[in-house]
C-alpha cells in the first residue's frame, strides 16, 4: 500500500496499486445541511433529530455527501492530471454516516488502457471508511488522465 504521493500522470498508476490517501475528514453540520439542501433533499433523515430517534438514533448524513467527500479525498491522488471524468459506476453506501463520523478514502487501480501520446484511461475503485473501519462507501470511477509528456 502506497501513501499519498505527487506521482499523478497516467505512467505512474501501476494496475493493482492501492493508495490511502493522507486526509481524513470529520463530518459536521454544515457538511448535511448546507450540502443537503442545496440540492433539494428534505429528507426527515437528514432534518428531523426527533423523527429519527426511534430508528437509527440520530439525523443521517446524505449519502450524496458521502460519497463526494470520499471521492474529494481521494482527488489529490487521482485526479491532478485529470483531463475528463468518463464515469462513476457500481455505487454502493455500505454503512449509515452520521455528524461526527470521521471518513478516509481509499483507492485500487483496477485497469489501465492507452487512449493517445497525450492521455490514459484509468478506472479507479474507491472506498471510504468511517472511524471505526468499517467501509461506508464503494464506487468506481473512470478517469481520462494526463501521460507526461
Do not use: P
Not at 482527488?75 to 468518463?86: C, H, K, P, S, V
Amino acid at each position: 500500500m502506497s501513501l499519498t504521493g505527487k506521482h499523478t500522470y497516467f505512467e505512474d498508476f501501476e494496475l493493482g496499486q492501492v493508495i490511502r490517501h493522507a486526509r481524513g475528514k470529520t463530518m459536521c453540520e454544515n457538511d448535511n445541511v448546507g450540502i443537503t439542501l442545496q440540492v433539494l433533499n428534505t429528507a426527515d433523515a437528514h432534518f428531523d433529530e426527533h423523527a429519527m430517534k426511534d430508528s437509527f438514533g440520530r439525523r443521517l448524513q446524505f449519502g450524496g455527501v458521502t460519497i463526494a467527500m470520499i471521492i474529494g479525498l481521494s482527488m489529490q491522488d487521482t485526479g491532478e492530471n485529470a483531463l475528463q471524468e468518463l464515469g462513476l459506476n457500481k455505487i454502493r453506501l455500505k454503512t449509515s454516516v452520521f455528524h461526527g463520523d470521521t471518513l478516509y478514502a481509499y483507492t485500487e487501480v483496477l485497469s489501465k488502457q492507452e487512449v493517445d501520446s497525450r492521455s490514459g484511461e484509468v478506472t479507479f475503485k474507491h472506498w471510504g471508511t468511517n472511524q471505526k473501519d468499517e467501509i461506508v462507501f464503494e464506487g468506481e470511477r473512470r478517469v481520462l488522465i494526463k501521460r507526461k509528456h
